[in-house]
């Protein structure tokens, strides 16, 4: 008797874990301009299978990824299509001359949402800057069963864009308008004692900004995440 009830408690726990499992990725676009997503798997497929499409300013949309995938999300900016018909964009192109990326990585910078969701439904995530930053960004993990909150990581500080990169890892458009930063720590260690990780840490206090770190944030089980391109900055309070 107690031998099925062990039985039945295991089948109904497994019905529950399958019920709340969900790995739902909403990318949403708040930036005052068009984004492109692109995104990199690494390890198994998403349902819908795409790797770049277009996020107008305030559209979002969700894609469903299974609960065995690793991959990394990023946006891509200022995108056009050439005489000859070949897509490419101004920050985060992955040289794939179309807006999927298929499989092709950037090397252009940008910022990046890194995320690993294991057989076990562990989820390890963070946001990266050691490619370089194009705008602002924010992964909110969505768990809210057991009171337990899993961190949110972001890099929303300042906009390092305009406000905090050095000239001479500034990336201009053709009106010599910033549009990027890239991050000399990507090809060598700078470790933290470097001004150029201290110029990241201090935009993206939780985010990747160096070769030699590599931590995750980590979600105890299946989550949906929440992906913000150009979340509002922390509001200043205002005196009355
Ligand atoms: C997750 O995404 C799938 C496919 O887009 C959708 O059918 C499902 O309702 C979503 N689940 C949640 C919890 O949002
Ligand atoms: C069009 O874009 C592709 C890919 O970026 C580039 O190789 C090619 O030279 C461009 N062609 C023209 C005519 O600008």
């Not at 497994?14 to 798997?41: A, M, R």
């Amino acid at each position: 008797m107690a031998k099925r009830l062990t039985l039945i408690f295991l089948i109904a726990s497994h019905l529950f874990v399958s019920g709340v499992t969900s790995n739902n990725l909403t990318i949403e676009n708040k930036c005052d301009y068009t984004v492109w997503p692109g995104i990199l798997t690494s390890i198994g497929s998403l349902s819908t299978s795409t790797s770049g499409f277009a996020l107008k300013k305030g559209e979002s949309r969700a894609i469903h990824a299974p609960s065995l995938w690793s991959g990394q999300i990023w946006g891509r900016t200022l995108c056009s299509i050439n005489s000859t018909g070949k897509f490419s964009c101004a920050t985060g192109d992955c040289n794939s001359g179309e807006i999927e990326c298929s499989g092709r990585d950037s090397n252009s910078p940008r910022s990046l949402v890194e995320l690993s969701i294991d057989g076990h439904n562990i989820n390890s995530y963070r946001v990266s800057v050691v490619d370089g930053y194009n705008f602002p960004l924010q992964v909110v993990p969505q768990r809210t069963f057991k009171s337990e909150r899993c961190t949110d990581v972001s890099c929303d500080v300042v906009d390092l864009n305009q406000l905090a990169c050095p000239y001479e890892l500034m990336v201009v458009d053709e009106e010599e308008r910033p549009i990027a930063c890239t991050n000399p720590c990507r090809i060598s260690n700078c470790y933290t004692s470097s001004s150029y990780t201290q110029i990241f840490k201090n935009a993206c206090p939780t985010a990747r900004v160096d070769n030699g770190d590599n931590n995750y944030f980590a979600c105890p089980s299946s989550t949906d995440y929440f992906i913000t391109f150009c979340p509002s900055l922390t509001p200043i309070p205002t005196s009355k």
